[in-house]
């Protein structure tokens, strides 16, 4: 058997999709070359970028854990964020993934280099003193780089005139001892949150028992659900049901140690409760109106003493228009006597503190911004492919799109970590990632041992997947009147998978190859070119062919899986 050739793969971020490629190619692959370039001074992506207090995942923990590293020591139901870079860190260093990790290294540009099959990339090392940019190459180039993780100051008349110390949630302090430095001598301080997205939830519940007062800015109400999977979770353990108590015990983590049946079977029952609402997303189907009466019943039982509250938070559009945020703690926080919910309009911001439309002055010492991210997939360099920016491409096409939310027509060899599209609603995440990471993976096997040189997704099949998600979305919760970061400027829900989580994973169980291009080594320039051309023909066919393949978006049988459905 002929040797492989050498295959170089640069990955940017240092998160869970790189980690998780990283992973996959370093077992399945020879002779690879491989870098992962990291603009912050720690590994973790996200988990490591944001340090706002509260932060916590809102998913069970040991359902946010790769399946082939489980963790019996979680400390609790919902991990902290420390406790999930720290977890990252160990898998990293136990897959000797950390030796390619090149910290504070920013990606300044990526150009195809067509003749050669090749990502010509600009780099920046930040050494502290100085800052030197440098070239690499790449033979695949993956983005890893989520939407998560590009933030800016929002848009607020008099924001730069306020005398207070103003603090966005993606941009906390760093200190020794965590958030809780930071707010030290803040408990004769007047605070106010603007946001009521997950960040400043979380901030907010994590706040208000140590300031003097607490001022929630909301632009509108929203939904706040009981933590996902806790009945589960408590009755596997066979706890009360009526505790509060979400730490769990050393007891219990031994039995995750020592039983390793059990924790298979904990585990399995966690993720089927994940999987179990897939189909609330559905407008007007039982499972959404008994989803919406659920957690509109939940949110009034918490408020009962507080019925105004009720009234300016439950909102009229249905449950998982906006993302769905589990709520330990804020609701209770809210009714407190320091706390206040303010739902009309900020105005303006003043010297010291905050103007509503209706005139009313919040006096304030601090103010946290927990406005969110720039989710429009505009990444913060540039990615020239054949014939475009990819900024500019889906800036003039009104969103962002990727096949399948890892491919793009145009650019070869280049794949994206949580694109467009790839944002579930059911499931847990971490699994989608891994199929992802395993078809990327195939991908590059073939590339390797066939001596192709570029692999470029048809124009045709992104057509596919767009009109799939068109097809797909009207029929969902998506399309109500909630403001969402999950949409774009044009309404188009771009951050979403059209689908159910176990939709997702199905798609990645295996690379579809005609609807890619793959092109020999030997082959360039012209050659190339007549290669695309070749695959490029009968585009509205082949288009509605990769329709049917995505099915209904919540039916695996559709995917050529076999005939069972998922049962929610």
């Known amino acids: 058997m002929a040797t492989r050739r050498p295959i170089k793969v640069v990955c940017i971020g240092a998160g869970y999709s790189s980690i998780a490629l990283a992973i996959q190619l370093k077992q399945t692959i020879d002779n690879l070359d491989l870098t992962i370039y990291e603009k912050e001074d720690g590994l973790g992506g996200v988990w490591y970028a944001n340090r706002y207090p509260g932060l916590t995942c809102d998913i069970p923990s040991h359902c946010y854990q790769f399946s082939f590293e489980p963790n019996p020591d979680w400390s609790s139901f919902y991990a902290p964020g420390p406790e999930i870079c720290a977890y990252l860190s160990h898998v990293s260093d136990k897959y000797e993934v950390t030796p390619h990790i090149r910290l504070k290294h920013t990606l300044l540009s990526a150009v195809w280099d067509d003749e050669n099959n090749k990502w010509r990339l600009r780099i920046c090392r930040d050494s502290g003193n100085e800052q030197e940019e440098f070239d690499d190459t790449a ?136 999987h179990a609402f897939a189909e609330v997303i559905l407008r007007d189907s039982p499972v959404q109106a008994a989803g919406s009466k659920m957690v509109r019943d939940g949110m009034k039982a918490k408020l009962a003493g507080r019925p105004d509250l009720a009234d300016k938070l439950i909102p009229h559009w249905p449950v998982c228009c906006r993302r769905l945020v589990p709520g330990l703690g804020y609701l209770e926080a809210l009714c407190a006597d320091n706390a206040i919910l303010e739902t009309d309009a900020i105005s303006q911001i003043t010297p010291t503190g905050v103007t509503t439309s209706n005139g009313t002055h919040h006096p304030l010492d601090i103010l946290v911004l927990a406005t969110g991210f720039d989710t429009s997939f505009h990444y913060p360099f540039m990615v020239t492919g054949l014939h475009d920016d990819l900024s500019e491409r889906w800036g003039t096409h009104g969103h962002a799109s990727a096949y399948l939310s890892l491919a793009v027509d145009g650019f070869p060899n280049m794949f994206l970590g949580l694109g467009p599209g790839s944002y579930i609603t059911s ?92 092109t020999p080594l030997e082959a360039a320039g012209d050659d190339a070119d007549e290669t695309r051309m070749q695959r490029l023909r009968h585009q509205m066919g082949y288009m509605l062919d990769v329709v049917r393949w995505l099915g209904d978006g919540m039916t695996l049988g559709k995917l050529d899986l076999g005939e069972s459905s998922e049962g929610g």
């Not at 998506?478 to 309404?491: F, I, K, L």
């Open 139 to 274: 033979d695949v180039l993956f983005l890893g780089v989520g939407s998560l993780s590009r933030w800016k100051m929002p848009d607020i008349p008099g924001l730069a005139s306020f005398k207070g110390q103003v603090i966005h949630s993606a941009a906390w302090p760093r200190a020794p001892g965590g958030w809780e430095d930071t707010v030290a001598g803040w408990e004769d301080k007047a605070i106010g949150v603007v946001g009521t997205g997950a960040s400043g939830i979380q901030i907010v519940t994590a706040l208000q028992p140590s300031v003097r007062k607490l001022v929630n800015f909301a632009r509108g109400g929203t939904y706040v659900s009981a933590p996902f999977s806790e009945n589960t979770i408590k009755e596997s353990l066979g706890r009360d049901d009526a505790g509060d108590d979400h730490v769990f015990t050393e007891e219990e983590k031994e039995r995750f140690r020592s039983d390793p049946q059990f924790y298979s079977q904990f585990r399995e029952k966690l993720e089927a409760s994940l």
């Open 427 to 518: 499931g847990h995440l971490v699994s989608v990632l891994e199929a992802e990471a395993r078809y990327i993976a195939d991908i590059v096997g073939r590339m390797q041992r066939e001596g192709i040189g570029s692999v470029e997704v048809r124009a045709d099949a992104v057509a596919g997947w767009e009109e799939h998600a068109r097809q797909f979305f009207p029929r969902t919760v998506h399309a109500s009147d909630c403001q969402s970061w999950m949409r774009a400027p044009d309404g188009t829900p771009a951050s979403l998978w059209p689908g159910s989580g176990q939709h997702a994973v199905s798609a990645f169980q295996g690379v579809r190859w005609d609807d890619y291009i793959c």
